[in-house]
């Protein structure tokens, strides 16, 4: 089973709900209670705690004000379920024993709660290989005086440690370099898309050459008053059977030769 | 013992998975495949669906166009158009206003998709299908924000076939997501299978209880969308059907501001 983690974005807190039991009847599954725990990035290593149990068809929220004095300031708070407890340092992301589902997988709802409403997506993340790229193209961007859009660039890997890549920004009709920014690994890095000069027929692509993430668009009106969140597919989706990674990688190639600052 | 145990968790899937893919390949390999995305248009609903020129993603900058389908609630075809693609610039598709046009709609709710003409070079050798499932988003009650959902089904194929494989057996989809009691919802399941599909939605609290049952049949193309209102306590969704995966589209409500994600 995946981690999930506890999101963060301006104006809001992460709010996770957790859930065990499975999502379907004929993929076979332990119908036991789970350890719910936490698990961060402190002095290089990896710390899990077990912060609850969950029993067998229950569920559970798990808010950030929750663990916030558990974790280091900014850190990135993942939880998980499992049958065992996860060991309380390791020195690389712990391995889950649960169960496995793959249609669909197991999922947590993942939200975001401001003073006045909510948004969230049913979602998980296992840890991405760190020689990994990502090219993303957001139609998200959404346009008014008070709203205000972020790219959220979720990224997990098995190493404890916060790499530091760049993540670049275009305009994908010229390929005109618009701006690149600091990220780090095992983080969710926050971006503002707002300060490129994008229009109504802009169509930014967001690359990182040395690191892939889940790229969560972010759209926040009147400081949290409205909401919207919504990943894009990775490149692979496009197509379906034959060889998805062919094209992916094709894609990547492109683009990623593309794109020059 | 282990060698045991693995086999018979093996044969106990044989009548889940034997002859069960979740989508079919379409019988033409130039064929190209959509989702069958949910459309909305009354007075408290609009539609946008984010074109993408996806033969332009894959480096050919010439004129491409999709074609544009739309499915009643009962899932027949009422209106196609042709689309002109703007290259690398965003093209969000006004839906409701392409809708507006006509003098009375079928329905206020239903399904279109959405056929990329132009077939990048790369794709066909390698086998693979392009595939639209791109990103609708829905204003509810003239909000100044829109909430987006991707789509995810591998739904229909340019000559209109459904390739949403069918169960031999009933299954659950269990849907991971808590239903609170002060909130409204809109649940929206469409039918990607080639046949009529028995569903049944169950509403049941954590303590086993059915809160709300509704049957329907739902037939090939065809869209439903379940209303939940006035639950006693917190609840989740189970949709049992042959569908190989019944994954909906969840429209929360919290009074006028909404949440709409994939199941």
Known sequence: ?261 | MKIINNFLKKTKKIPWVLGQKLTNKPANPKSVISDLFVWRYNKDWNTYFELMDVAALFGDERQHYIDIVFFDEVGDEFYRQLIKLNGLCRQMLNISDLLSTFNKLPSDYGTFCVFHQKIPSGVSKIGSFLVERGYVSYQYKDASLRSYVHGNLDAIDDTLMPLGGSSFLNRRYNLQYLIEPNKDYDIALVNASSSNKRVKFKIESFDGKAQIRKNVILKSKQAFVFSIKNLPSYCRLIIKSKMIMARPIVFCFDNDKIDVFHG
């Open chain 1, 1 to 261: 089973m995946s981690y999930y983690p506890i999101l963060k974005a301006p104006y809001c807190s992460g709010k996770t709900t957790l859930f065990n039991f499975s999502p379907n009847n004929w993929q076979s599954v332990d119908k036991c209670k789970q350890v719910v725990s936490l698990t961060y990035i402190e002095d290089g290593v990896w710390h899990s705690r077990a912060i609850g149990e969950l029993g067998y068809q229950s569920f559970k929220i798990i808010e950030h004000s929750d663990v916030v004095g558990l974790i280091p300031d900014g850190g990135l708070g993942l939880l998980s379920l499992s049958k065992d407890e996860l060991p309380k340092v390791s020195l690389e992301l712990p391995i889950l024993n649960c169960s496995r589902t793959s249609v669909p997988n197991y999922r947590a709802t993942l939200g975001l709660n401001s003073k006045f409403t909510q948004t969230s997506y049913q979602g998980e993340i296992d840890p991405f290989p760190s020689q990994a790229s990502l090219l993303t193209f957001s139609p998200f961007l959404q346009f008014d005086d008070d709203v205000e859009n972020y790219v959220l660039l979720m990224n997990l890997e098995k190493t404890p440690e916060n790499r530091g890549v760049e993540v670049e920004i275009y305009d994908a009709h010229n390929k005109e370099f618009k701006k690149a920014q600091g990220a780090f690994s095992n983080q969710i890095n926050i971006i503002s898309l707002d300060d490129m000069g994008f229009d109504e027929q802009s169509l930014p692509v967001v690359i990182c050459r040395g690191m892939t993430s889940i790229p969560l668009y972010f759209s926040s009106y009147k400081r949290g008053e409205l909401l919207s969140i919504e990943h894009t597919h990775p490149p692979g989706s496009l197509v379906v059977h034959g060889n998805r990674f062919g094209v992916q990688k094709q894609l990547k190639e492109y683009w990623l030769s593309q794109l020059k600052r």
